[in-house]
């Protein structure tokens, strides 16, 4: 579930006056889907900066197929951990209607991006998943993390190294660590708790990462 979770590598671009445009239509957030904030098309490119490194992503290939579907190669450069949480250097996405999935290769399967996660009939404050990432358990308790994703914002303001972008939507991922009862779930004790917040731009994708330092700094869309 970790993998899942922590894979959000999400992007695409519009003009900021473009996406500005889109958001203040009056059927923006009816339209607005998954596909606006992860375009797939080879040779999309984003770079972002981190306080000690820089990270490129880009498509480079349209040329495989898992299931029968065409997957897009993100490829990556850089310490990929900031952006997906692995060391992987590509992973593969698709289009499924209006979401957008990622292909878990160790299992042989297609999953959605958590942070889309029953997109787009959610509002802000509203819970997109909450999942268990469990170390041990005894006999009354576990112990590991709860992490929590919520729509934090629909409306937000940015402003990266790329530019200022208006209308972002922003979602907040909690991860709660410590040990918790069994039966009731209730926390025991806190050990830790990590929070950070995603900015998604229509057109753009993922402009900026609050609490884990990852800010864009220029993009290419084909």
């Keep these: 579930m970790k993998l899942k979770w922590l894979i959000m590598l999400l992007t695409a671009v519009v003009t900021i006056a473009g996406c500005d445009d889109l958001l203040n239509d009056s059927d923006s957030e009816s339209s607005l889907s998954p596909r606006d904030l992860l375009p797939l ?15 490129t992503k880009e498509i480079v290939s349209d040329a495989h197929r898992f299931e029968g579907r065409v997957a897009y190669e993100m490829a990556s450069s850089g310490y990929s951990g900031y952006f997906s949480g692995t060391s ?10 209006e979401n957008v999935i990622w292909y878990d290769e160790n299992n042989a399967e297609w999953n959605i991006l ?3 996660r029953n997109f787009p009939n959610l509002g802000e404050g ?3 998943f909450v999942d268990s990432d469990t170390v041990s358990v005894s006999d009354t308790s576990w112990g590991g993390g709860r992490i929590t994703a919520t729509v934090y914002r629909t409306n ?7 530019g200022v972008f208006d209308n972002c939507y922003v979602v907040k991922i909690e991860d709660i660590r410590g040990v918790y009862d069994l039966v009731t779930g209730e926390l025991i ?8 917040y ?4 229509p057109g753009v994708g993922l402009v900026y990462r609050e609490g884990w330092d990852l800010e864009l700094q220029s993009f290419t869309i084909r």
Excluded: H
């Design 41 to 55: 098309a080879v040779g999309n490119q984003w770079v972002y900066a981190t306080s000690d490194d820089t990270i």
């Design 88 to 97: 992987m250097d590509k992973v593969y996405y698709a289009y499924e209607g």
């Design 114 to 116: 958590d942070d889309f």
């Design 126 to 128: 509203d819970t997109i």
């Design 156 to 162: 937000a303001s940015r402003s990266v190294g790329a």
């Design 189 to 196: 004790s806190n050990g830790s708790e990590i929070a950070y």
């Design 198 to 201: 995603n900015y998604y731009v």
